[in-house]
């Protein structure tokens, strides 16, 4: 059996993950690349800084190149973000000053203002050139492209895993608010299985969502409907009742009266007698069902002119009997021209003389 809370769980967790890690594929894509920027950033800085400290502090010839030994890369006290920097700087064709890790006798890449990608000794790097026209310089700073690469993508992970472990956050909430927004389906289940035949009030539907109501309305709309069957059948057997008692009391008569030895006539008579009080017993059940079919609205009974003198003259002659055995006189007091009702049922105005 296929479960709306659970298809709807499903479809909701897979759109969410799906959409999540299409967003954290992005994320991850945009924060790798604006790393990169922002590491070019402080390269650009950084040559800038040694330029400022160094610019005016550098002799016109330097042979051998100063080299400042003390090493740049982070050690001890530091952040986990630091990367690895060496720098150069260059007048014309000659190098001058560098860091103890840079080349000393190259430059990392060709002295053209501007970034550029380089490699030296196994390693990429990734080099920024500041030019000085004032004092004829070239600044070269360089990063090894394995560091700022790790260091980038250990930003982009830490912002992907932060996205990806909403993930199962949410898909808890998502489950806590599908099963409260589905607790009205189970509370009319619960309300529907409490209906019996004899207990057929409609349910409410104060509080439904407006999804529900149509198909709670349906749901009331049936019950009343079937309330109303039931009634029916609850006044066709008191009908019933009421009606085949006469017929039968008749034909329980006729069998006691019956005489083995009378004469030929007589038990011909009684005999004949007995058969009509069976037809008209056959009779009145026909015509109570069909009384009971045109009140559930199926129109089975012939509309024609009925003689209504000639209907309650047979009336009378069945319920005679009935009146005699109760000391009880019934009469018709009618012109002898038939009285024609046009577009009736005789056996609808049969059963209501009755």
């Known amino acids: 059996m296929k479960s709306i809370r659970i298809q709807l769980l499903l479809g909701l967790l897979l759109i969410l993950t799906g959409l999540t890690v299409l967003d954290s594929a992005w994320s991850y ?54 990367r690895k920097l060496s720098f150069q700087v260059w007048r014309e064709t000659e190098l001058i000053a560098r860091s103890a890790s840079a080349p ?53 992970r830490r912002t992907l895993s932060k996205s990806l472990a909403l993930i199962p956050l949410a898909a808890l909430l998502i489950t806590g608010l599908v099963g409260y927004r589905l607790s009205p389906l189970k509370t009319l289940g619960i309300d529907i299985t409490r209906r019996r035949p004899n207990r ?23 019950m009343l409907r079937l309330d109303q069957a039931l009634a ?51 009779r009145t059940v026909t015509q109570m069902l069909q009384l009971a079919r045109l009140e559930q609205g199926q129109n089975g009974l012939p509309i024609g002119s009925v003689d209504l003198t000639a209907l309650v003259t047979s009336a009378i002659a069945e319920m005679a009997p009935a009146a005699l055995e109760k000391k009880q006189e019934l009469g018709l007091d009618a012109p002898e021209t038939p009285c024609l009702l046009q577009h009736a049922h005789a056996d609808a105005l049969a059963v209501m003389l009755r």
């Open 200 to 222: 057929l009030e409609p349910l409410a539907t104060s509080g439904l969502p407006s999804e529900l109501r149509p198909i709670v309305g349906a749901i009331n709309g049936l």
């Open 232 to 282: 029916q059948e609850r006044r066709f057997t008191s009908d019933a009742a009421h009606e085949l008692r006469t017929p039968l009391g008749l034909v329980r008569l006729q069998i006691e009266a019956f005489d083995p030895h009378a004469s030929e006539a007589e038990r011909t008579a009684a005999k004949n007698e007995l058969l009509r009080g069976i037809d008209r017993l056959s």
């Open 29 to 82: 894509r945009d924060t790798y690349h604006e790393t990169e920027e922002i590491f070019d950033a402080h390269l650009a800085q950084y040559a800038r800084i040694v330029h400022n400290l160094l610019a005016d502090a550098l002799p016109a010839v330097s042979q051998p190149p100063l080299v400042w030994s003390a090493p740049i890369e982070p050690k001890g006290i530091g952040h986990a973000y630091e």
């Open 104 to 156: 000393p006798d190259q430059s990392y890449a060709p002295l053209t203002p501007g970034y550029q990608d380089a490699r030296w000794e196994a390693s990429d790097w990734r080099v920024f050139t500041l030019p000085d026209p004032d004092h004829g310089l070239m600044i070269q700073v360089a990063e090894r492209g394995d560091v700022r690469g790790e260091m980038a993508e250990l930003i982009a």
